[in-house]
């Protein structure tokens, strides 16, 4: 099972997208190593108390993008990417974050030169 996968029902993001996010960013960041077997969509449900198409419905999404495959006796794992792909996934989960924090400085009225100050400072502070 995926180490820790939570659903927050009130932040307008749909289920099966969080637990998209959450399994792609798991992936990225190698806690969910390539050929690491997925809980069956029944466990998972009834884990997360998800109705069992949702949970079928993300991994068909996840398994349509490429983050996992089916093995023989329909047992769905993790699949094994290149280098290549792995660095563009997760640039993909920066872009996606990024636009997100776009949006609220937008929405903040918060000038780009600031905001940019802001994420650089932000990032001195994770290497210290």
């Known amino acids: 099972m995926p180490p820790l996968l939570v659903i927050d029902h009130h932040n307008g993001v749909p289920a099966y997208r ?27 449900s009834a884990d997360l108390a998800l109705n069992p198409m949702t949970i079928s419905k993300a991994y068909s999404l996840l398994e349509h993008d490429g983050a996992l495959e089916r093995r023989r006796g329909q047992t769905l794992v993790v699949r094994a990417v290149k280098d290549a792909e792995g660095r563009s996934a997760r640039l993909e989960l920066l872009r996606t974050q990024f ?3 776009a949006s609220l400085a937008r929405q903040l009225d918060i000038p780009k030169d600031e905001a940019i100050r802001i994420f650089k400072a932000s990032l001195d502070e994770t290497q210290s």
């Open 99 to 101: 636009a997100a924090a």
């Open 18 to 44: 969080q637990i998209m996010d959450q399994i792609k960013l798991q992936i990225a960041t190698g806690v969910l190593a390539a050929g690491a077997e997925m809980p069956s969509t029944r466990t998972l």
